[in-house]
């Protein structure tokens, strides 16, 4: 079963840091570029981050732009997220998400974690 | 940045009936748009992608259509199963991926 399994969230105070991991099984993990996408209570779906199957491509989002790091380690079929100078803003649902690979450029999200849950908070 | 708007924000649907959502782009994005099903404490699960093409084992009642900047879904005879949010996110012009802000199916 392809399946993606978050840990590492909770509460944390304003400036503090953070380590999401996301754990993946059932496919193979290295050929498959991969996402973090947060969701703050009551509102949408935004994309946080993207890394390429062999983590040459990186990108952030504005939000998060030099505050987060996304890494992966292919031989441990994980995914992580460090997340430094955490704002309130930040509060939210992080999910993993899978890069369908359907297409070299234009790929949608197939397969998401349940997520891990982020507070932060004084 | 391509900005995704969805209408409406809720629709009140009977069971049996048809659910018709709307998602727009705000500039075009050829047919790389995918929705999304996302149910109260659980992860968003892929519907549609390319627009139109169903993902694995999604039933036939869900089908999607549009291309360019103007997108719709359309849920053909609505189930229990199927009152959620449901979300639209473009993949054409990237980074950053961006979605809509959903629409809530709800019971009417």
């Known amino acids: 079963e392809v399946q993606l399994v978050e840990s590492g969230g909770g509460l944390v105070q304003p400036g503090g840091s953070l380590r999401l991991s996301c754990a993946a099984s059932?496919?193979?993990?290295?050929?498959?570029?991969m996402n973090w996408v947060r969701q703050a209570p009551g509102e949408g779906l935004e994309w946080v981050s993207y890394?390429?199957?062999?983590?040459?491509?990186?990108y952030y989002s504005d939000s998060v732009k030099g505050r987060f790091t996304i890494s992966r380690d292919n031989a441990k079929n994980s995914l992580y997220l460090q997340m430094n100078s955490l704002r309130a803003e930040d509060t939210a649902v992080y999910y993993c998400?899978?890069?369908?690979?359907?297409?070299?450029?234009?790929?949608?999200?197939?397969?998401w974690g349940q997520g891990t849950t982020v507070t932060v908070s004084s | 940045e391509i900005v995704m708007t969805q209408s409406p924000a809720t629709l009140s649907v009977s069971p049996g009936e048809r659910a018709t959502l709307s998602c727009r782009a705000s500039?075009?994005?050829?047919?790389?748009l995918a929705w999304y099903q996302q149910k109260p404490g659980q992860a968003p699960r892929l519907l549609i992608y390319?627009?139109?093409t169903r993902a694995t084992g999604i039933p036939a009642r869900f089908s999607g259509s549009g291309s360019g900047t103007e997108f719709t879904l359309t849920i053909s005879s609505l189930q229990s199963e199927d009152f959620a949010v449901y979300s639209c996110?473009?993949?054409?012009?990237?980074?950053?991926?961006?979605f809509g802000q959903g629409t809530k199916v709800e019971i009417k």
């Open positions: 998400a899978r890069s369908s690979g359907n297409s070299y450029y234009y790929n949608a999200m197939d397969v």
């Open positions: 390319g627009a139109s």
């Open positions: 996110q473009q993949y054409n012009n990237w980074p950053p991926w961006t």
């Open positions: 890394i390429g199957s062999s983590s040459s491509t990186i």
């Open positions: 500039q075009s994005v050829s047919s790389n």
């Open positions: 059932g496919f193979t993990f290295s050929s498959y570029s």
